[in-house]
């Protein structure tokens, strides 16, 4: 098997102290490289649709929520910024993909939904983009692929725990 970049970190980091317990940079140093390499790769289909990411993130939510959303809903099922959900909502109302109505009781309240236009767009990205985010992982079985999900799925209930409180 191939030495990731992380394993040669790790063997440095034994020469220099060779006791030191290196194990949580082993799963956190791997984790932080992979999010940072799927992050640009996986990105590449949006990108050749005029998506960002967070965009992407926002369609989406409108999309599987199926219903009205407030930006501050948006903000916390994106793990974004109030403030980043409003630029970004404000450039996908400009290209058409999201209307914005005023609450009815409170003027300072905004609902935001999918225009027919932007239901269509995410409609038609997901699918391309979940074959690349596939395509990306096809080194590795699909049993892999589910205990790979399950063990990330644990880590994330325990940072969840831990730092979610942090968070908000």
Excluded at 14 to 31: C, E
Excluded at 95 to 112: E, N, Q
């Amino acid at each position: 098997m191939t030495e990731d970049i992380v394993a040669g970190v790790l063997r440095q980091w034994q020469q220099v102290h060779p006791g030191l317990d290196t194990g949580p940079m082993a799963v956190i140093g791997r984790l932080n490289r992979c999010s940072a390499l799927l992050q640009q790769a996986s990105d590449a289909p949006l990108r050749r649709a005029g998506l960002t990411r967070p965009e992407f993130d926002i369609l989406g939510t409108l999309r599987r929520m199926d219903r009205e959303l407030t930006p501050g809903r948006i903000a916390r099922e994106t793990f974004a910024s109030g403030a980043a959900v409003t630029k970004r909502v404000r450039q996908l109302e400009a290209r058409g993909l999201i209307a914005r109505r005023p609450d009815d009781r409170d003027r300072r309240v905004t609902h935001l939904s999918l225009t027919d236009e932007g239901r269509a767009a995410i409609d038609r990205l997901l699918p391309e983009q979940l074959r690349y985010e596939a395509a990306l992982l096809d080194g590795i079985g699909d049993q892999r692929q589910g205990e790979l999900s399950d063990a990330l799925g644990e880590l994330l209930v325990v940072l969840e725990g831990r730092l979610g409180s942090l968070l908000d």
